[in-house]
Structure formats: C-alpha cells, structure tokens
C-alpha cells in the first residue's frame, strides 16, 4: 500500500452506465444527475474508467480524468484486460462490484492497487518505466503526480526502448520440401496426439483429416494444384483435423503450411490450438531455427519503430504524444509489435480518440527497409523473416493472396494453403484484385512519390530522399526520380475534396474527379441522395466531355509510370552490377524499393487500363462505375471502381496455379439447398479451380450437434417492416425475455442506432447493459470482449458480427436479425445477378442463405449451447429455411409467442422446446 508521505489518492471517483451516474466522495457513494457529475469532473480530475465511454453516457464529449485504463496500460503493458469494472476487478484480483453503486469504490481500490504495484519490488514490468514516466510528467499526464513518488530512478541506467528489442537474424535459404505422401493410418495416429487418448473418438473428425492430407501429395502437372474442398458443420474439429496432417507434412517434408482465415477471431484460435501440433521442441530436434508457428499479418498491421521514434521526439503533441508513450511501454513487453488484434489493448487507440495508432504503423509504404536505424529490430521483417523458416504461418486471405502474387522472395510464397473460413475467399479476392481510382488513393500515391509537402511534420519521406544514395551514383536512375516527382504533383494533394465541391479542381486528375461528382449526382437513383448514403453510377454512356478529361488523366498517369518504370530497371541493374557502396543493407533497402515500386506501377497500370476502356465497347470481365462515398450526408471520396466479374479468375492465376496444394474449409462452403442435393456446383465455381481446370475433391461431415434439442428458428411475423419503434420495441422485449446475452444483427447502420437509442436506458435500468457497434466508442473486438466477459450483456452489430463473433456457452443466447439480409443492389450486385447462369433469384438467395448460415452459426458453438435465432419479419420466404441446419425447429409466431418461447427457454433450460403449431417448418 502507498506510504503515508505519498500524494494521497483522489478520493473522488465516477461512474456513469446507461441507468444513472454514481460519486464517490467523501461522504460514501451517492447517485447524481448528469449535470452534476459534469460540473464535479470539470472541477477536480476524478478517476474514472474508460473517459470517452463515460463522457458519451454523460453526453459531454470534454470530459477527462484520471482513467484506470491509462494507468493500466503504463503499469501492465501487453496485458489483456476487458475494460469494464467486472474486468478490471477480474485483472486486479480485486471483487467483482454487484451493482452500479459499487463501482465508484471498485476505481478507487483499483488505482490503489496499482499504485502500489510500482513499489513492488516484484512488478515485471519494471524496466523502462521511469524513463517513460519522466516523458509523461513533461506531457503533463494526469496519473504522472500520483506515480513520480512511487517508482524509484533505477540504480543503473535503463535499457531504452529500441535497445531492449532483440535482433533478428538472418536464416540460410531453405531447401524446397520433399514430396511425400502422407498416409492415412499416420493422419489418423496424429490427430490422435492432438486430441488426446481419452478424447471421444470422433469418426467425422478422422474422415475429415485424411480428405485434408490429399492436398499434401506430391503435383502432377504444372498449374494443377491439389485442391479439396471440405464443409464441416460446427462441432466437427475441423482446426486440429486440418493441423494433422499440416503438421505431418511439415515435419517430414521439411516445408511451411499457410493457413490463411478471414476473421482475427479465429486467427487468435489458431495461434493457441497450433501449439500442440507445431511443439518448439520439434523444431529444435529437426534443426529448425526460429518459432515454428508465425502469425503473420499486413504491414498495416504492426507497429512501425521509426513512427514510433518520430513520434516520442516531438512528431505527436499533447493527448496524441501521452499515447506513444504508452505504446512505447507496449511495445517493449510486446510478444509481436501487432498493433491490431495483437496484445496492444484494443481499448488503448480509442482512449485517445484520433486516429494516433494507425499513424503508428507503416500504412503507406514509406519504409526505407536497411536504411532505417531499427531495421535489425522491425517487428515487420522479423515477422516476415521468421514465416520464411517456420512450420506454419498463420495469416489471413488478403495477405495469402498478395503474397502469392508478389512476394520478395520465393520461400515468402505460399504453396500449401488452407484457407479457413473459406466461404470468405471470394470476397477477399474481390476486394484484392479490385482497381479504385480515388481521391484518397491518389492522394496516397502523391504523397509516396513527393514526401511530406507544406506544413506536414514527421520524418516521412519521399521518393528522393529514400533513394538519394542512388541518385548521386545514377544519372538516369536520379533523371526518373526527378521525372517522377514533376509527374505526381499532377495528382491531388491536401484540399483536394475541397477544392473539387467548391467547383475549383486542380490538375487533370482533380478535373476527372469533379466530372465523376457531378456525373454521379446528376445520375444516381438509388434512393441514396435523401439518406445520405453513398452515390453510384455504371460506367457508360459517359459522353465526349467526360472521355476526353478521363484521357488527359491517362496521359498524367503514364506520365508518372513511366519514369518509374526506369527507375525500377535503373534499381535492378544497380543490384546486378554491385558497386563498392552497395553492400548488405543498401542492398536490401534497393530491392524494397524495388518491390515498392513495381507494386505501385501495377497499381497506376490497373488505373490506366480503367481509364482506356471508359469511351470503348464495355469489357465482359469487368464490371465498371463511378461512385460518391458519403456517410451521413458527408462526403469522403469519389472515384472510378473496376471489379472482375469472377475474381476468382485472378485468384486462380496468382494463388492456385503456383500452389501444389490448397484446401478451402468452411461449415457454410456450399450453399445449404446445394448440400442437400449434393451438388457442389456454386462452391466448386466458387474456388476458381475450373479456371484452371482443376477438379477439386470434395467432402462433407454434417455437425455432430442435437440442433433440434438445442436451438430453434422463431420467424416473427406482426413487426411491420420500416417500423423503428416496432423494430425498437421488439428488440429491447427480446432482450429483456432472454435475460440478455443477445446479439443483435442489423444490416443498416442508421437502424441500429435509433434501436439503440430507444431501449439502451431502458434495459440498463434492468440491469440489462447493452454495447453497440457504431455508437459506443469501443473497438469491434473489445466490444466482443465485454459481450462474452458478461451473461447479462447484449450487443448490437452489423456485417462483422455476423461471423466475427465466437462466443460459446451461456454469454449468448439469442441471435435476432432485423430482417431477411437481402444484399445490396448495388451496380456490382447487379451485374453479378445478370450473369448467373441460375437466374438473378438463385443468386440473391445463395447470398441470403449464406448470411443467415453465418449469423445462426453464432448460437450454437458447443455441444453444451443453446438458444433461439429469430428474425423479425413478415414475408420470410420458406425457400431460405434450408439456410439452417437439418432437423432445427422452425416456427412462424407473433412477437408474442416468441417472446414466451425465449423466457420459458430461458427459465426452463435448454430442452425447453415449445409445443409445434401447424405453422411450423421444422428444417428437414
Ligand atoms: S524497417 Fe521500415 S517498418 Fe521497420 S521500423 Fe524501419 S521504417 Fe519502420
């Protein structure tokens, strides 16, 4: 406990819920009204927990204080904490306050026992904090009084930040794998060893391992790479029956899997489940250096160490400056330096408000690789480095793909890939091989070639001065930079948007831009315009005025390729011819470079090809528009979008047809009408095999779970459509019924929070609390955090939850959707509907299907796990019910009924069925 000489602790502290405010002060705990607590902030910092969610229940966006979670931060970096009262007193070991009334107590006994952990001589997460503290009491941090006299100046000086990081080091070129074949008994004997000998012998499991293991075997034929496609209902086990033979593999043949997953959920699962089949021990007795598990993300995703240093040195100020302290904090404890979905707190960039943490990582490109001070210790190259000798890498479906398609090196290519999650590898591949002529994409780009321009601060650089040692030894390699830098001040530059709605755009780019605009609200008719959504407009009949200032930014745009092109020729002679100067370093800083730039001319390419073909005959592989991004009414960027028809044809070129083995994995690959008739037809489209004419194998293992014990279909039919306080109403009588633990799916941002804002008070004054996706200030995987931490919290989302979210057992219970989740009917959607060979209608309900498959797939995670899926809507048509699982109970009922049906389930237990009515469709 503190001393009695130390700055005593505020005795004042806040809370503040849906339900009411609470302070504490000398007096004990009293309830107060939300202008008191205001005016007793602004008088005296008082502690509270998570100040921007308080000052959003308080409604006054200034609020401060001294937050807990700040303090956390500093005391346990890299820690995991649910930033809530119950997951803060569950960090502490401290008692879990009953009501809201003890809250206030709680923050009080927290902050003492974290203030007395820094007089712990034990505290492991001692070294560096005083030196960062001296920074933090400059920047004027609230908590910095309170600790100064607690944390004692270390005898010896501490290791600074970037001293502290360990080198990572070069590995010797891996052998290519040995082509083995793996048998069946072996499969079998492994999944064994990660099961465990008393596991349930699971016949699905063992049968799903061994389809995996064919994707191992040995390539016939160049471009025809094994493929399997392989459903496996929930419950199966599909993650160790696909690690089994993985690992096997690996192990004897001496290579590296990649499994590659569309949602961080399920890639932390997978970090943790890999350990077993991937044991370091292993590794070490096969001569492996380095982790044989690497996770490996987009740049985009880590903490980049030069940001960082910029930013400790005077690049941030005020409230932004106190955050990259704490991340300095972070990253020294930190096991990978991911900032995103990594052990930085999700929590952390929200306390600051502005978008701080994206500055910190290396968003744009801009890395100077062996030029950079701490590029023997980046958490980037370590990363890649380390996937290059690993067993297995675990990544996602967008960095595979990239990956696939432009790797630095050989061994970085993926050549065994299974894609989990697999029903998302079209939409990852849409989005990959997409062309966005935009505003921001410009302006990027710009920024890229040039450098900060005006009064922009920061060590970001531009082109020149990354490769300023080539431009002194090269004259035609300093010629294409200069060429360059002319070229791209033709792009936008800040002010664009601006500049383009007050009618004065600058440089053929901006004029394009403009015409885009005036096009797209000349023409749109989606509805959008009133709404405040976002405008858009095909392509076509675009007239002599647009095409001739579209071919005037063409021309721009090769004026900028061009040069480039040189300059990336000039880079590979330059590493041919080796000068004296270029040694390791330099040379791995030219062939970044290198890298950069050819990703960057393919870019400008994929432009230019939009461009050409915007006054010509419209081409069959693409589907081509224009389009206005605005929320709210406000605008953000315009642009020229270029999608393929099937990305799955690009795919194919760059990820199977280099592969040797690959499988797609899903419990929803194929659509559930599909499954029933064991016709594959869609999922095997799906896959891009016959684009390489590749006939995958397929399997399929239903889901060992009692669906028409445990779960059950309400199809509520007198909650009229576009109704809010109907909506509203039947949302918060739901969740009220179930006691909480409901997640709540909404395919319209604008609806869930006027739901939101109609039953939130009312719920919480039952101790009902409820978070929302797009009005609470909290991270999506945060928000999933305190949902699963609580049983009697709810959660309000749209898109992301609808597969994101892995909650087994009693934290949910109840999935509602608002409605039947048609997709939008967006100039993409419709050229897609036109060209299914099946008819527009089999498209649309494939789409449906899917998202309901997906969202049911949310309720049931465990054989344990109970609950009802319900969806509010009067005209749900019964083609759609075989979204659901076979044998689960269906009804069609009145608000009235399900809301009995939820409560009685809810007090009764799970085998709580209600009694069948005429109107029901029990899922055969
Ligand atoms: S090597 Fe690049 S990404 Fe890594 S710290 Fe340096 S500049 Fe940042």
Known sequence: MAATSLPAMPLAAIHASHSGCWLQGTAGTRPVGKGEAIMAAADTPLLLLNAPLVASRLGYPDLSGLDLLELYAFIHPARFMVPTPKGLAQALGLAEPARDDAVPALLQAAAEALLATCEDPAWPEREGAWSALQSLVRLRWPWAGLLIPRIAQPQKAERWLFSRLPEW????????PAQIVLDDEAITARLAELTGAAAELRPAQQAYARAAGAMFGPRGQQRQPHIVLAQAGTGTGKTFGYLAPASLWAERSGGTVWV???????????????????????????????????????????????????????????????????????????????????????????????????????????CVYAGCPHFRKCFIERAARASAGAELVIANHALVMINAARAR????????????????????????????????ETVELRRWVIGPEGTSRGRRRGLAARLADVASYDADG???????????????????LARIVEGGPFGPIEDLLAETRALVLARDESGGQEAGYGLETEAAQLGGAFIEVAGRAQEALEALRQPLLR??????????????????????????????IGWRTDLIAGWIGLLARLGGPGDPEFVDWLALERSEGREWDIGLHRRYLDPMKPFAEAVLAGAHGVMMTSATLTDGAETASGDWMSAVARSGAPHLDVRPQVFAAPSPFDYAKNAEVLI??????????????????????????????????????????????????GGLPLYAQHVDPIDTGTLVDIFRDDPRASLLGTDALRDGVDVPGHSLRLVVMEQV???KPSILHRARRLANRGGGQAHDDRIIRARL????????????????????????????????PPGTPVRRVTLDAALQSVAGSVSEGPSAAAPQSPMDETRA
């Open 716 to 765: 509520v039919t007198d909650v009229p459509k576009g109704d809010i306080p109907a909506l509203a109403n039947a949302y918060g009588r739901l969740i009220e019924a179930s006691g909480g633990g409901a997640l709540g799916l909404f395919t319209a941002i604008r609806r869930l929070r006027a739901v939101y804002g109609r039953i939130a008070d009312r719920l919480a004054r």
């Open 169 to 176: 080091e070069d590995t010797p070129e891996r052998p290519q």
């Open 821 to 823: 989740p048609w997709p």
């Open 260 to 366: 590659s997953t569309y949602t961080k959920a399920l890639q932390r699962q997978l970090r943790r489940e890999s350990r077993a089949a991937f044991p370091p021990e292993r590794a070490v007795q096969a001569g492996r250096t380095g982790p044989p598990v690497v996770v490996r993300k987009g740049r985009e995703n880590y903490l980049c160490l030069l940001n960082l240093e910029d930013a400790l040195q005077g690049g941030f100020t005020g409230r932004p400056a106190i955050m990259a302290q704490l991340v300095a904090r972070w990253a020294a404890y930190s096991q990978d330096g991911d900032m995103i979905g990594g052990d930085l707190p999700g929590w952390l960039g929200t306390l600051f408000r502005k978008r701080g943490i994206t500055a910190l990582t290396d968003q744009r490109g801009e």
């Open 478 to 496: 300093a010629r294409a930079i200069a060429d360059a830098r002319e070229a791209a001040s033709a792009l936008p530059g800040d002010g664009w």
């Open 567 to 596: 300059l990336a020729l000039r880079l590979e002679a330059l590493v041919e011819d080796g000068p004296d100067w270029l040694d390791g370093p330099a040379r791995a800083r030219i062939e970044g470079a290198r890298g950069a």
């Open 853 to 884: 498959a997906q969202a049911f797939g949310r309720l049931i995670r465990t054989g344990q796990d109970h609950g009802h899926f319900v969806v509010l809507s009067s005209a749900f048509p019964s083609r759609l019910l075989t979204a659901f």
């Open 409 to 440: 090196e050989p061994a970085q290519r993926p050549t065994r890939i299974i894609f989990d999650e697999g029903h998302h590898v079209f939409e990852a591949a849409d989005s990959t091989f997409a062309a966005a002529l935009t505003g921001a």
